[in-house]
């Protein structure tokens, strides 16, 4: 599980240089997707004084060029990406998350038969 990481098109291209050398595996791509007004609602919860809208309307757009072009990067390298809608509270993420898992396993296994 990476979170975080990659954050630009080159540490992607990186990963993806590991993955093909055996060094490591990746299996999927999950995409946590939030509608800006959501994001902003829960960033200016937090309280943290450079969560200004500002600040904010930068990191949307730091989003759209940077972070936007890494998941078209993993589709073209013919990963599976899935979105996963994270307006949810937590709980309803981590188990739509969990059952895209679960579902991924019992068709890993059933292809493997």
């Known amino acids: 599980v990476l979170d975080g990481f990659p954050r630009t098109v080159p540490q992607a291209r ?4 590991q993955a093909k050398s055996g060094r490591l595996g990746i299996d999927v791509v999950f995409n ?4 800006q007004e959501v994001s902003r609602k829960r960033l200016q919860a937090r309280g943290r004084l450079d969560d ?7 990191r949307f757009k730091e989003y759209g060029e ?9 589709k073209e390298q013919g990963l599976s990406v899935y979105e996963v ?5 937590p ?5 739509a998350i969990r059952q895209r898992i679960k579902s991924l396993i ?8």
């Open 85 to 89: 809608d994270a307006s949810q509270n």
């Open 66 to 74: 940077v972070v936007q072009p890494i998941i078209v990067f993993f």
């Open 14 to 17: 990186w990963l993806m240089e």
């Open 91 to 95: 709980q309803a993420v981590r188990d």
């Open 32 to 35: 946590l997707t939030v509608s």
């Open 52 to 58: 200004i809208d500002e600040v904010i309307d930068r």
């Open 106 to 113: 019992i068709d890993s296994d059933d292809n493997e038969n």
